[in-house]
């Protein structure tokens, strides 16, 4: 019998069949735990029919430092691609969402705990840049551990390139969502995961820079309960809600919609003003307060030539000369 039949939930211990587990979202029934969830799996359960275009990235260097720990960095990356099927921890794709066109990127945990290196950022990018040229919203589920040591001030660099890209979506005035996972710290809090026009998170999500354990050696203090957790950075202003994995497709359709009709009027209204500005000044007529005098109404009408000679232009009303 395999191994993987059974999932133990990691707050309760409670057995749970893989497979009722896939039918709930990879959320433990009993707890509400959400256990992780592969990136193929999060985007065919997000778009419709769970049909996507996977969108590809550019190739980059392998191993460019040749970094060695305890094993080389290149037999990681073979081990790493191996056992998820992915070329790195950044998976991209175009479909719909309730009949709207978006592009979302999911960063996942299993590929060397979601780092950040090169090929994650050049993902991050292009998906960025897709939604920029398509005028679509751009969706990010993020859970990672922050930048990749293995390549050094390279991966470093893709905070800077992220928060370029991040920069064109507003210039264009597109919406970018980030729906935060658990865990989400290190660089990548430090970068796009906190550069969102809106941010979510799942429940119990681990949400933070350095980890609390590290933390409370640092300070030498004991930390609040539920410091860095989703609820307590909800609490203190962090993120803008907590929404279940189950409550997150039509919570992100809503807000998409609103934000894409929202931008379609501003840009009519700015339509509007242009249009306005283009047309030629019109002179305003001469404002008459009433009763008029005489000389006003000599300023506005021309007195009529009904007899086919020179007029003389007397005010209406001035007696004439014989």
């Avoid at 969402?97 to 979601?114: C, E, I, N, P, Y």
């Avoid at 890209?165 to 865990?183: E, F, G, H």
Wanted: aromatic content about 6%.
């Amino acid at each position: 019998m395999p191994d993987n039949l059974w999932v133990k939930c990691p707050e309760t211990g409670q057995m749970v069949f893989h497979k009722d587990l896939e039918a709930n979202q990879f959320v433990i029934p009993g707890s509400g735990y959400h256990m992780r969830m592969g990136s193929d799996v999060r985007l065919k359960s997000f778009f419709d029919g769970g049909k996507f275009e996977i969108v590809p990235i550019p190739d980059v260097p392998v191993d460019p430092l040749k970094f060695r720990d305890q094993k080389r960095y290149a037999d990681r990356l073979k081990e790493a691609r191996t056992k998820t099927g992915m070329p790195d921890a950044m998976l991209t794709g175009i479909g719909t969402l309730d009949g709207l066109t978006v592009v979302a990127g999911v960063q996942d945990f299993s590929f060397m705990g979601g780092s950040l290196g090169m090929a994650a950022g050049e993902a991050l990018i292009t998906g960025m840049f897709k939604a920029a040229d398509l005028k679509v919203p751009y969706i990010l589920f993020v859970s990672s551990g922050g930048a990749r040591m293995q390549e050094g001030i390279l991966s470093l660099m893709q905070m800077p390139r992220t928060t370029v890209a991040v920069q064109r979506l507003r210039d264009k005035r597109l919406p970018y969502i980030v729906v935060l996972t658990n865990p989400t710290t290190g660089g990548v809090t430090a970068s796009y995961a906190m550069l969102g026009d809106i941010h979510i998170s799942e429940p119990g999500a681990l949400i933070g820079f350095a980890g609390p354990r590290v933390i409370e050696q640092t300070i030498r203090e004991k930390l609040p309960d539920g410091f860095q957790r989703a609820e307590y950075l909800l609490d203190h202003g962090m993120i803008d809600m907590v929404v279940h994995r189950h409550d997150l497709r039509d919570t992100l359709s809503r807000l998409c919609s609103l934000l894409v009709t929202e931008r379609k009027h501003r840009v009519g209204m700015n339509n509007v003003k242009l249009r306005k500005k283009a047309m030629p000044a019109v002179t305003p007529a001469t404002e008459i307060k009433l009763p008029a005098t005489p000389e006003q109404l000599a300023g506005t009408v021309k007195p009529a030539d009904t007899a086919g000679r020179e007029t003389d232009n007397k005010p209406l009303g001035a007696p004439s000369q014989q």
